[in-house]
Structures are given as C-alpha cells and as structure tokens.
C-alpha cells in the first residue's frame, strides 16, 4: 500500500485531495495520501516545485517523484533527488489549455484583431487578412505542447514547421532538429511560438543574432519560460519594428516588476502566467496512473531526463 505525500503549496491540498482520492482508488490503488506524513514512511510525492520540501534526503523509501508541473527547471537539479522524476503531461487539462491560448494569440496576430477592437479615428480599411496557409507559424519545441499545438494550427490550415533537439515527425507538419534546422525554422516564421523548457541549452535561445533572421514584422509567443528571450534584444527588435509585436505569457522574473518596459511598450502584450494551468481532475488521473506503473514494476510515464534538464 503507497504512501502518497502530497507536496505543493497548502492552499492546493483543497483542489486535489479529492480528485487525488478518487483517481487512486480507479485504479484499484490502495493508499495513504496526506501533507505530512513521516518522510522515511513515503514512497511517492506529489510535487509542486515551489513547496517547501527541498531535501529529498529525508525521504529513504522514495520511488518516484510526481512533479504537478510541465517545467521542471526548479527541481531538476536539486541534488538530493536520486530517484526517477516524472513531469507532468496531460493531454486534458494542462496540454488542452495551452492549444486554446496559442491557438487564440496566434488567430489575434493572423487576423489582425487588434486594429478593428482599438480603432479610435474609425478608419475603413477594407484590407481582407491573408488565409492561413499565406501565414507560415514554427514552433520552437516540439514536445507534448508544442506538437498539441503545431496539429491544432496545421488542422486550421498554417504552414507548421515544429523544431526540437532531436528529429521529430508529426503528418502535416514540417519539421527540423538541432542547430542545422533552426535558421530555416527562424527564416521563415512570420508567427514563432517558443515552447521550449528553460535549460542551459535554451536559456537566451532567441537572442539578437536569431531574432535578426526572423522575417521583417514576424510576431513572437513566448508561452514557454521567461530566460528563452534575451529581454533587451527583444525591446531593441520591437522599438526598431523588425518584430511587430511579442505576447509574452512568462519572464524571468515573476510577477513581471512593475517597472518593466514591457509593462508599457506598445508592441508588447503581457499575460500573467496564464497561457495554462494543471487541472486537478485530469492532473490526478495522470498522477494515480503512474503511481499504478511504477506499483507495477512498470516505467513512469514522462520521465524527465535529468541530464538534459527536462
Ligand atoms: N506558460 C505556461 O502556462 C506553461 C504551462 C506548461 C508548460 N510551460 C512550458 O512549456 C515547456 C514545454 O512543455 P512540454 O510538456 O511540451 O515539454 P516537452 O514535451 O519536454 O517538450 C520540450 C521540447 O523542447 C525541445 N528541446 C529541449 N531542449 C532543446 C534544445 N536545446 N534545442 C532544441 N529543442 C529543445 C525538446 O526536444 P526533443 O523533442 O528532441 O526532446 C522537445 O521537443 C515546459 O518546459 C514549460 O517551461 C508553460
């Protein structure tokens, strides 16, 4: 019988503890679930990376870590974590919300929206927008999300090309891999979408060099982590025109300062970390069933590889 520690911040304990129940017992898992059991009792935890257990050490019978996040940037590296670490993938919930949200931001920019909702001098333009298949979109990360997304944006008609750093295939989609892939991934994306995992690899990843290749008046998402986009480069290529405008949904530092530019800069919209959230219903049915697998002397599902960083 797994003793299950639940290990986000309290306030969630409310959300989850039914769902967490209820997911366990559908897959016929006999258990114990509370916030504070006794670490050496513990053989799984449910984690959210801002919690305030840090030292795995404590834990001496751990299995399996069960992160509540897709991003595990924040614990990937925590040295006293020795056993496997899943992330969270669910197709339902977390995956769901993140296809709404590009798909949304990238018909905004695609549509030119904003011209027609803000038009104070009542100006007539009839200029139609092109079809999507004009209006080709890359995908910086090409994962769970990112190819969620690349077949929502495919299926409505956008040039797709997905790129990842390793070579990936998904029908109707282009796909490119690795540095080699990027400068055409770049070149022809007049929407770019990052949906990367902040690494050592990624960190500063669109930088003034690879902003410069993107197409003149290219729009950028960035709903993946803040460190991907080098913020001064960024402001340099927005102040200048060459991008036309950035949503940005993550920054490096959360909440966004007040004083930030991108606050007040007029090619830039802010959303608050809301591109998507884990859904605790859906979230603990993934949760119960890699606990089921790994109870079962089976792999976890979405195991973070932790020399990767994700
Ligand atoms: N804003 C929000 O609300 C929100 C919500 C959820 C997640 N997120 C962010 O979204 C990120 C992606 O989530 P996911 O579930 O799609 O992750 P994932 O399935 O692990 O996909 C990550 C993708 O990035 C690629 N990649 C990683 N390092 C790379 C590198 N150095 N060069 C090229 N490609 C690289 C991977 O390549 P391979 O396929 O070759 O491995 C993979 O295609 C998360 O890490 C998180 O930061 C944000």
């Known amino acids: 019988m797994p003793n299950i520690l639940f290990a986000a911040r309290s306030e969630k ?24 059991l006794p670490p050496e009792t513990v053989d799984y935890i449910v984690y959210a990376p801002n919690a305030s257990v840090q030292d795995f050490t404590l834990f001496t019978r751990l299995k399996a870590v069960l992160n509540l996040w897709a991003g595990v940037e924040q614990v990937v590296g925590n040295p006293t974590l020795k056993v496997p670490l899943a992330r969270m993938v669910d197709d ?48 910086l990360g090409f994962g769970a999300l990112g190819q969620a997304c690349a077949a929502q944006l495919a299926a409505l008609g956008f040039p797709v090309t997905g790129w990842s750093r390793t070579p990936k295939d998904l029908d109707g989609v282009l796909t490119s891999h690795g540095e080699d892939g990027l400068d055409a991934a770049l070149s022809s994306a007049q929407i770019l979408v990052l949906l990367l995992p902040d690494t050592p690899a990624t960190t500063d990843l669109l930088n003034a060099e690879r902003l410069a290749r993107l197409p003149q008046g290219a729009v950028i998402l960035n709903p993946g982590r803040g460190p991907l986009i080098d913020d001064d480069a960024l402001l340099a290529a927005l102040d200048e025109g ?45 949760i119960a069933r890699n606990i089921a697998r790994s109870e079962s002397g089976a792999p976890l599902l979405h195991e973070v590889d932790r020399s990767a960083g994700y």
């Open 242 to 286: 060459r991008i036309a405008h950035a949503t940005l949904d993550v920054f490096r530092t959360e909440p966004l300062p007040q004083d930030h530019p991108f606050w007040a800069h007029p090619r830039v919209t802010v959303t608050p970390h809301i591109a998507s959230t884990t859904r605790p219903d859906s979230a603990a049915r993934v």
């Open 13 to 36: 304990w409310d959300d989850y503890e039914r769902p967490l129940r209820d997911a366990l017992a559908a897959e016929g898992l006999d258990h114990t679930l509370g916030t504070d």
């Open 92 to 139: 339902e919930g977390l995956t769901q919300g993140m296809v709404e949200w590009v798909t949304g931001h990238v018909l905004r920019h695609h549509l030119g929206m904003d011209a027609h909702i803000v038009n104070p001098d009542r100006i007539w333009d009839t200029t139609p927008p092109p079809l999507s298949k004009d209006r080709p979109v890359t995908i």
